[in-house]
C-alpha cells in the first residue's frame, strides 16, 4: 500500500519529467523532484521516540484546576485547537499525558483520520486523548512546525486516505503513521518556510477575526432593526405573500430531466443569500408532468423539511421540489426584509412543524405565521442596511478564500523546493 501511495505522489513530477532533462538543480526521488541538497525521510526517523497513543479516560465538564481534554473534536481541519465547548480529563494517570511545546498529535480513527495539531503553549495544559497519537520530532534535524506545515498538504491527505483504508471505519496506527516521507531540506530552510507559512496562518488569522467581528455586529444590527416598533403592524405572512409549494417529475423516466427548468432541492438553500442555478434540472415534459411550479425571480424558498426554515432569494425563474413552501411577496412588502425577518423565524417554524417518519411544516401553518412589519420605506431601509453588511461580509469570505488558496500555492511551491528561502 505504502508503495502504490509513493507511486500516486511522484505520478505527476514523472510526467513533466519524462523525455525531458530534469530541472538543474533537482533530482528525482520516490516522492517526485526536489532540490538536490534535500533528502527524503521517513517520520519515523525524524522523531525522537516512538508514536504513543493518548488517555483512555472519559471527559468531564470543563473545570478550572482539571486538565483540559483535546479530542479529535477539539481540532479544526486547519489543525487548530478550538477554544470552545472545552471538556476536562479528571484521571490519576494525566499526568503522562500531557503535550509539550512541539508535539504533534495526529488523529487515528474516523471520518477526521490524519487531522493534525502542533501544540504551543499560548494553547495551554492540555491532556491528549486515546483516538490520538502524539509524536516528538528530533528539532536537530527536524524542526516541528515544518513538519506540521507537511501534513496540511494534498500529498500528506491523498497519503492519509490511501493508507487508513479499513473494512470497518477509516484508521491509521502509530506503525503507519512512521511510513509518511517528508521532504527534508536543510534546517535552516526549514526555519524560513515554517516562518513564512505562520506568516500567511496569521494573515490568514487575522482575516477570520475581522469577519467574526462582523458578523456579531450585524447578528446585533437585526436584533436591534427586526425588533417590532408601536408603529408597525401585525399581519399574517399569508396577507403579504403568496405561498407556492413544488413537486418531483418522475425520476424512472429520463425524458423528464436533464431540461433547462431550474429545480432546487432543500439541500441546495441555507448557504447563499442570492439563488443562481440549481444542480439537477427539469425539462418541459418533467415539468407539465408532475406538480412543480415557475417561480418568479425574487421568489423566497423556504424550505419546508430536511431542515426546516433555511432561505434563499431566487435571481432566476425556478422550480423546487416538494420540500419547499416559497413565498411570493406582494408589492406592499420588501422581498430582502422578509428574507431578513423570515430568517429570525426558524425556530417558529420547527415548533409549528409536525410529522411521524420526518418534521415538515404545512403550507397553512407557514400562511399563519405572524410577522411584525414597518412601513414599506422602512422595510427598505432595514434590508438596505443588512445587505450592505452582508455584502461587507461576502467580501471578507471571498478574501479568506483567496487567502488559503494562496497559502496552499506557497506550500507547495515551498516543501517541494520550487521556491527557495534559503
Known sequence: MVTETKMNRSEAESHSTKGNNIEKGMKQTEIGLIPEDWEVENLGKLL????????????????????TYLRITDIDEDGKFIKKNLSSVNDINSKNYYLEKGDIVFARTGASVGKTYLHIVANGDLVFAGFLIRIKPNIEICKAEYLFYNTQTKVYK??????????GQPGINSNEIKTFQIPLPP??????????????????????????KKRLIKQGAMQELLTPKEDWEVKKLGEVADIVGGGTPST???????GHIEWFTPTEVGYDKYLYSSKRKI??????????NILPINTILLTSRAGIGDLGILKVEASTNQGFQSIICKETVNVEFIYYLMSTKKEELLKNASGSTFLEISPNKVKSLELSIPSLSEQTRIATILSDMDLEIEALEEKLH?????????????????????
Do not use: H
Open 252 to 258: 424512472f423516466i429520463s425524458n423528464y430531466w436533464n
Open 158 to 167: 491523498d497519503w492519509i486516505i490511501s493508507n487508513s483504508m479499513r473494512s
Open 187 to 212: 534546517l535552516a530552510e526549514q526555519e524560513a518556510i515554517a516562518m513564512a507559512l505562520s506568516d500567511c496562518d496569521s494573515w490568514i488569522d487575522s482575516i477570520e477575526e475581522v469577519l467574526a
Open 402 to 422: 483567496k487567502a488559503r488558496q494562496i497559502k496552499q500555492g506557497m506550500m507547495q511551491e515551498l516543501l517541494t523546493g520550487r521556491v527557495r528561502l534559503v
Open 283 to 292: 425539462s418541459d415534459l418533467g415539468f407539465k408532468n408532475s406538480s412543480a
Open 48 to 67: 525522537i521516540e516512538n508514536p504513543n497513543y493518548g488517555i483512555n479516560a472519559a471527559a468531564v465538564e470543563y473545570k478550572l484546576g482539571l486538565p
